[in-house]
């Protein structure tokens, strides 16, 4: 305890419920939504048990910081080849986790507090998933740890989101004149090669889920995430997510269909007020269409002509480069993941694994940047993904 501070570790699910309602005060974002948390723990694979971090001052809470304990794999690849997978017991903090009073000194609390779990062998690693460059959990999360324990490969990913103008007009109108020729040349095509066949279907209730996910995975196994084992992937832990969205209200699943057949799709959750883009992919067999942008920009259509009861204010994109991204967003920002590794034999051995591969993955691809042969080599790279 230090000037009345203290921190609470919480390890089971009925601790989780006895701070149900400052967590509640505090989320903005669906994937630290309490239930959307507990689906996780009791649903996906290799967890073991919840690890929330609560810090308290005189009594009150003022911060807290949600994790999981689990078995993990840590995946170390360079480009898209993966080298091998280490196993790993980690202590993962959620993407959104860092509630409360997000300050510098609150952030150093808690991260103490991380240090000294990973001390006590509670587990291999504890893990930050994407934390903004300007949260102090990134600042400290690099100083805090010792030379041996921190994370010395830090990759940082750009985020972005667009805001929903009251019209599809105002869209298009933000657009260059190239690109809104493109999109209609391209829209025209996709009408005309099909006989006006083409068709969007959008999935919001658990009833449609079987239908929906039928649909969904004829067009994500031909997705070069499939090679990579990411993206949409029919599992039990993906149907228990799914159907909390869909009881929920905030499943939006669009479904682009010609003749029939599915060829994109665009899964999201709405969420107060933003749609948060989740999995996307097209059928590789379309790709001279433009599948996935035309189903893009049909749902933001529909979205700004509130066709729905709901308000959205804002698309947020997820992290990621794509051109798409980059051709509508108005805002991005920098998020990287931080590993703090414990100081133990294995701990050191993760970091030493782990390090001279990030290292060569980025110095490729700052040289490949500067030639501008990197978006070549990564479409090149997808392109065999999907084939295989």
Request: charged content about 25%.
């Amino acid at each position: 305890m230090i000037d009345d501070f203290h921190v609470r570790v919480i390890r089971d699910l009925s601790g989780v419920e006895e701070i149900r309602p400052v967590w509640t005060s505090w989320h903005q974002h669906p994937n630290s939504d309490i239930d959307f948390y507990q689906t996780v723990i009791r649903s996906m694979p290799g967890v073991l048990r919840p690890h929330i971090l609560v810090l308290y001052q005189g009594g009150v809470p003022q911060a807290m910081l949600i994790g999981r304990l689990e078995h993990t794999r840590m995946n170390l690849r360079i480009g898209y080849l993966n080298l091998f997978k280490a196993r790993a017991r980690s202590i993962t903090f959620i993407y959104q986790g860092f509630l409360g009073e997000t300050s510098p000194r609150n952030a150093e609390l808690l991260l103490a507090e991380i240090i000294h779990s990973l001390n006590t062998k509670e587990a291999d690693a504890a893990f930050l998933s994407n934390v903004s460059l300007d949260s102090p959990l990134y600042g400290l999360g690099r100083k805090l740890p010792g030379f041996l324990e921190r994370d010395h490969a830090l990759t940082a990913n750009m985020h972005r989101s667009m805001p929903l103008p009251g019209s599809a007009e105002e869209v298009y109108r933000g657009l260059s004149g190239k690109v809104r020729k493109n999109l209609k040349w391209q829209a025209k095509k996709l009408v005309n090669d099909f006989s006006g066949t083409a068709r969007i279907r959008t999935f919001r209730e658990t009833a449609e889920l079987e239908e929906m996910i039928r649909d969904i995975e004829q067009v994500a196994k031909k997705t070069y995430q499939r090679g990579l084992a990411v993206g949409f992937i029919d599992s039990a832990e993906t149907r228990e997510r799914l159907r909390l969205e869909a009881e929920k209200g905030w499943l939006r699943s669009s479904v682009l269909y010609v003749a029939d057949k599915p060829c994109a799709f665009w899964k999201g959750t709405l969420y107060q007020e933003t749609f948060y883009s989740d999995f996307m992919g097209y059928d590789p067999d379309y790709a001279k269409y433009s599948p996935g942008m035309y189903l893009i920009m049909k749902v933001i259509e529909d979205f700004c002509e509130a066709k729905y009861e709901e308000k959205r204010r804002r698309i947020d994109f997820g992290i990621g480069d794509a051109q798409y991204k980059t051709v509508l967003a108005d805002a991005e920002w920098l998020e990287s993941s931080v590993y703090i590794f414990a100081r133990t034999a294995k701990g050191f051995g993760l970091n030493l694994l782990r390090t001279p591969a990030l290292l060569v993955d980025q110095f490729a691809r700052n040289v490949l940047g500067k030639i501008s042969l990197l978006s070549r080599v990564k479409r090149v790279w997808r392109d065999r993904l999907m084939k295989s």
